[in-house]
């Protein structure tokens, strides 16, 4: 699965002209912000976008490139931001080395937020198998994984991604991994109930975990009837008190208790 955010989702500027790939990029390399990533941003899906096009406004109006450099950016909560796109050539890579991979970039920064939450690693890898998975005319990739530093003189990816592309880039929680299945977001200080309908990120964070457990609910931001049911199951399955609100615990459980 890969969770797209499109460039219109996003509010992308509109680009100046792309390369199209002539032919298939060997596989994809992997990038970071450098520099300080805030993280609060784990908090806050919104500050994600700002950075985002806060990026694409550096490359365009300083850079003077024709977009963003990457192909695409994953941000800590698993989602995937549409950057050139498939069947483009990127800009990040270095010149000469740009048609060769896909450029995919992770909102990690040398200080704050360094270490990538769960959800953006399987985020990193859901873009690379989306990338690998595309129609022939789209030109899907191949299966080489790399950093920016590999053939290239910069710290990018940092050493914490360097380091988990060098160990085989492994998905959390799976083999020769020593994180658990995924960390929980920071809990968002408030009880999410209905009535009244409440609506924002954190109540889509908590329906998209929902979903991701197998619960049948809509990530549409809205904590309904349906929401507060699926709340209710989730604590009758787990001999929580059933009140059908999300309460900090409830909150940590949607990610630490184990799946049955
Ligand atoms: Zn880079
Ligand atoms: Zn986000």
Aim: aromatic letters at 8%.
């Amino acid at each position: 699965m890969a969770n797209l955010v499109t460039r219109d989702q996003w509010n992308a500027r509109t680009h100046k002209g792309h390369t199209p790939l002539r032919e298939r990029p060997r596989g994809v390399k992997y990038h970071y912000v450098g520099g300080r990533v805030e993280p609060d941003i784990v908090k806050d899906h919104g500050q994600c976008v700002a950075l985002v096009k806060s990026i694409q406004r550096h490359h365009m109006d300083t850079n003077l490139w024709a977009d963003i450099g990457y192909s695409v950016q994953c941000c800590p909560h698993r989602e995937i931001f549409i950057g050139r796109g498939p069947g483009v050539v990127p800009a990040a890579n270095g010149p000469g080395l740009n048609a060769q991979h896909y450029a995919i970039l992770a909102l990690v920064g040398d200080s704050g937020l360094v270490v990538p939450t769960d959800d953006m690693l399987h985020g990193l890898l859901d873009a690379r198998a989306w990338l690998m998975g595309l129609r022939e005319e789209e030109q899907p990739c191949g299966g080489e994984v790399l950093g920016h530093r590999d053939g290239y003189g910069t710290e990018c990816p940092g050493d914490w991604l360097y380091d988990w592309i060098r160990r085989g880039h492994p998905r959390p929680g799976g083999a020769g991994s020593p994180r658990p299945v995924s960390q929980p977001p920071p809990w968002p200080g408030r009880v999410l109930e209905y009535p009244p309908l409440q609506t924002g990120d954190d109540v889509r964070t908590w329906q998209r975990q929902m979903a991701r457990r197998g619960w049948r609910i809509d990530v549409d931001g809205r904590f309904g009837p349906t929401s507060r049911e699926v709340a209710r199951a989730f604590q009758k399955e787990k001999g929580f008190r059933v009140t059908g609100r999300v309460g900090r615990d409830d909150w940590r459980a949607a990610w630490l208790a184990p799946i049955t």
